[in-house]
């Protein structure tokens, strides 16, 4: 069972070096990664942030950063924030159009 995908971001992220990381890798999620976001007092406040935490969760790597946190997440331009949620429910199965932009790791 493939459990990893590669994606590459339309903008990529670009870090405080000036460098833009637009090449990574997300797995698939397990139902922890939806649920301890819930706990976190940013989703009691602003239930939108349950995004940014899940995704820091699974992805696994972008570029050369050395791990991907909510701040990076955070970071990201709008169109790249908006690719990863469609690239993550299509991995996931959330959507009725599979993984036209899944590449298997």
Avoid: W
Avoid at 7 to 17: A, S, V
Wanted: hydrophobic fraction near 40%; aromatic fraction near 8%.
């Amino acid at each position: 069972m493939q459990t990893e995908f590669e994606f590459t971001l339309p903008k990529g992220y670009l870090d405080e070096d000036g460098n833009t990381h637009c090449k990574g890798v997300m797995r698939l999620s397990r139902a922890i990664d939806e649920i301890v976001p819930l706990r976190d007092p940013r989703v009691k406040s602003n239930p939108a942030y349950a995004t940014v935490i899940i995704l820091s969760r699974v992805i696994t790597t972008l570029g050369a950063l050395d791990e991907v946190t909510p701040v990076v997440i955070e970071g990201l331009f709008a169109c790249d924030l908006s690719y990863l949620q469609k690239f993550y429910r299509q991995i996931n199965e959330l959507e009725s159009d599979i993984a036209e932009l899944a590449v298997p790791v």
